[in-house]
C-alpha cells in the first residue's frame, strides 16, 4: 500500500462543539458529573466497585504511555472505585502477535472489561470477538480497534492533522506555495495515522508541494528516520522547506537525519504527543510545533467509561460519551474525543506546565536554560 491509500476508518463527526466535549472533560475531573457512571441516573449497578479492568497499551517507545496513560488511568480507576478496583497491564511493546496473546490472557483472567489501544486495528479484531464471546467489554482508547467495540476514547483525530498542517502553513508564511515539504505518516496499521493525514492534507492541498510522502512502520523512529534520508537524497536538503512528522518520537529522528545531512538551519518541523524532548526541542527552535493533547483527560475518561460499562450504568451517548464514531465494522460506537492544541513557545506554560504534565525544571535542564531564559519561561 502506498502512501495514497484511502482512509480505512470512517469518522462520523458529531455536531457536538469541542468546547462542549472539554467541559464535559472538566466536569467528570472535578467531580461535578458522576465519575462512575458519566450522569446521576439511578440504575442499580450491575456490580460494585470490586473490579478487574484490563489496560493494554501498544508500546514504550510513545513516551506516554508507560509515563502519563497507565498511571493516570490506574489512578482514576482506583479513585472512582474507593481503592477496591484492581488494574492488570500490559504492554506489547510495538508487537502486534503479543498483544493479541495479552488480550486473550485477560479474558483466561476474567477481567470485568478491557480496555486496549491497539496496533493493528484488523489483527486485534479476533481478540476483540473473543472478549465478547465472554461478556467482557471492549473499550478502544486512543487507537479505533476494529470489531465489537463498546466505546471509544480518543480525540479528534482528524483535527490533529489539521492542527499540524496549518502548522506548517503558518510557519513557511508567504512563501509555502513555492515552498517543497516531505510528509512523514505513521503506520499503516494504525487508523489514527490514516486520520492524521487527512486532516492535514485539508490544509495542505494546493498551498504547498508535497516533494515526497512516507509511511512509517509501527511508528518507529529509525523508520522514521531512514526515510527522512530517504528524503533528503530524492529531494536535495536545501530544497525541503518543511516536514510534516506525525508525532514527537519521529520528529526527533527526522531533525536528527536533518543534522546528519549537514543542515545549517532546521526547517520546521511538526509532531504530537508533547513528549518533554519535543517540547525541549520546541524551547531550543528545533521543532516547531507539536499536538498537546490532554493525557489526564483521555485516561479519566476512559476509566470512567470503563467502570460505568461494567456497573451497569449506561454509557450510551451520555456525559462521558457525547460523540459516535463508525469504524468498518461497527457502528455509531459511543464515543469522547479529547481537545487538541497546537504546542509552540508561545504557550508552553498555558499547557504541558499549567496542567501539571512537566515543571520548568523538568524542561529548562542546563541544556535549554538559555533558550528557556530567550522566550520567557523561567
Not at 472512582?80 to 504492554?91: D, S
Not at 465489537?148 to 483525530?157: E, F, K, L, Q, R
Not at 531550543?284 to 510545533?289: A, K, N, P, R, V
Amino acid at each position: 500500500m502506498n502512501a495514497r491509500t484511502p482512509r480505512r476508518t470512517a469518522v462520523r463527526r458529531t455536531a457536538i462543539a469541542v468546547t462542549a466535549a472539554a467541559s464535559a472533560f472538566s466536569l467528570a475531573a472535578c467531580g461535578v458529573i458522576d465519575s462512575a457512571s458519566g450522569s446521576s441516573g439511578s440504575a442499580a449497578p450491575k456490580k460494585g466497585d470490586d473490579i478487574t479492568v484490563g489496560l493494554l497499551l501498544p508500546d514504550k517507545k510513545t513516551k506516554r504511555f508507560e509515563k502519563f496513560d497507565y498511571p493516570l488511568f490506574k489512578k482514576q480507576v482506583l479513585a472512582i472505585t474507593n481503592g477496591k478496583g484492581k488494574v492488570l497491564y500490559a504492554n506489547a511493546e510495538a508487537d502486534k502477535a503479543k498483544q493479541n496473546r495479552q488480550l486473550e490472557e485477560m479474558i483466561a483472567e476474567k477481567v470485568d472489561v478491557l480496555v486496549v489501544d491497539a496496533i493493528d486495528a484488523k489483527t486485534i479484531a479476533s481478540a476483540i470477538e473473543k472478549a465478547k464471546d465472554a461478556d467482557i467489554p471492549v473499550i478502544a482508547y486512543d487507537r479505533l480497534a476494529e470489531g465489537p467495540i463498546d466505546a471509544y476514547v480518543s480525540h479528534d483525530n482528524e483535527l490533529v492533522g489539521e492542527v499540524q498542517g496549518r502548522s506548517v502553513i503558518e510557519a513557511l508564511g508567504a512563501k509555502s506555495a513555492n515552498s517543497k515539504i516531505v510528509m512523514i505518516n505513521g503506520s499503516l496499521t494504525d487508523p489514527n495515522a490514516a486520520l492524521f493525514k487527512d486532516g492535514a492534507m485539508t490544509e495542505l492541498q494546493g498551498k504547498v508541494q508535497v516533494a515526497a510522502s512516507y509511511n512509517t512502520k509501527d511508528w518507529l523512529p529509525e523508520v522514521a528516520k531512514a526515510n527522512m534520508e530517504a528524503a533528503i537524497r530524492a529531494v536535495g536538503l536545501n530544497n525541503i522547506d518543511a516536514v510534516y512528522s506525525a508525532n514527537d518520537g519521529m520528529a526527533g529522528a527526522v531533525i536528527d537525519a536533518l543534522k546528519e545531512a549537514g543542515a545549517s538551519k532546521i526547517p520546521p518541523v511538526t509532531g504530537q504527543d508533547a513528549d518533554l524532548a519535543a517540547v525541549q526541542r520546541i524551547v531550543s527552535g528545533e521543532q516547531y510545533m507539536s499536538v498537546y493533547k490532554s493525557f489526564i483527560l483521555e485516561a479519566n475518561n476512559a476509566a470512567s467509561i470503563a467502570v460505568a460499562k461494567v456497573q451497569g450504568r449506561g454509557i450510551e451517548f451520555d456525559a462521558l460519551t457525547r460523540d459516535s464514531v463508525d469504524s468498518p465494522t461497527t457502528k455509531s460506537i459511543p464515543s469522547q474525543l479529547v481537545p487538541v492544541v497546537a504546542l509552540t513557545q508561545e504557550n508552553i506554560k498555558d499547557t504541558v506546565i499549567q496542567d501539571g504534565i512537566y515543571t520548568i525544571q523538568d524542561i529548562c535542564t542546563p541544556q535549554y536554560a538559555a533558550a528557556c531564559a530567550e522566550i520567557g519561561l523561567k
